[in-house]
T-cell receptor, first 117, second 113 residues
Framework: KAGVTQTPRYLIKTRGQQVTLSCSPI?????VSWYQQTPGQGLQFLFE???????NKGNFPGRFSGRQFSNSRSEMNVSTLELGDSALYLC????????????????FGAGSRLTVL | AQTVTQSQPEMSVQEAETVTLSCTYD???????LFWYKQPPSRQMILVIR??????QNATENRFSVNFQKAAKSFSLKISDSQLGDAAMYFC??????????FGEGTQLTVNP
């Protein structure tokens, strides 16, 4: 069973550009969450999607957006990149949205490392 | 708002010995889940162990066990018979709504041969 796949794994952008990251969840998983990991702020929740709807959103500016497609794949977009957006972006999938119970455990991908110059 | 605190930025242990990583949290919720995740150099977050707050019994997964003290809001991880492959950053995490996790700052564990 394939895991959570994130692409690209590494990318370099310059300030002012925009970037789109992709996440393919485990087959059968319908919920996708995104996290940002930086040395200074640690791991922070960005947003969660379930059945193509954003169900939960963290405290990030509107430059950060996402969407989910009918096949549960998700993309996140960051516009007008800033140096501080350099981070590891982690995607996680689970069977459904809602507090963990039984088999509903988050499985993380390997992340997309974004460097903004 | 929920907060998670890991007061040990770094810990080290000798191979085959036991180490305990500390975690405290703050919440007004009564029903929630707590997790320990491991992040090796590959950066992939791996679930180590999970505890449901309404369960009195401490969770155990092979060499990994927790000491969950709900009243004290404490959730420590004990690793027995430490192995070189246990070396990683360990994160304590708290979940309430949806799949939203609040993570602690992390503890970097070094295993010495």
């Amino acid at each position: 069973k394939a895991g959570v796949t994130q692409t690209p794994r590494y990318l370099i952008k310059t300030r002012g550009q925009q970037v789109t990251l992709s996440c393919s969840p485990i087959s059968g998983h319908r919920s996708v969450s995104w996290y940002q990991q930086t040395p200074g702020q640690g791991l922070q929740f960005l947003f969660e999607y379930f059945s193509e709807t954003q169900r939960n959103k963290g405290n990030f500016p509107g430059r950060f957006s996402g969407r989910q497609f009918s096949n549960s794949r998700s993309e996140m977009n960051v516009s007008t990149l800033e140096l501080g957006d350099s981070a590891l972006y982690l995607c996680a999938s689970s069977l459904w949205a809602g507090a963990s119970s039984g088999a509903n455990v988050l499985t993380f991908g390997a992340g997309s490392r974004l460097t903004v110059l | 708002a929920q907060t998670v605190t890991q007061s040990q930025p770094e810990m080290s242990v000798q191979e085959a010995e036991t180490v305990t990583l500390s975690c405290t949290y703050d919440t007004s919720e009564s029903d929630y889940y707590l997790f320990w995740y491991k992040q090796p150099p590959s950066r992939q977050m791996i679930l180590v162990i999970r505890q449901e707050a309404y369960k009195q019994q401490n969770a155990t997964e092979n060499r990994f066990s927790v000491n969950f003290q709900k009243a004290a809001k404490s959730f420590s991880l004990k690793i027995s018979d430490s192995q070189l492959g246990d070396a990683a950053m360990y994160f304590c995490a708290f979940e309430t709504s949806g799949s939203r996790l609040t993570f602690g700052e992390g503890t970097q564990l070094t295993v010495n041969p």
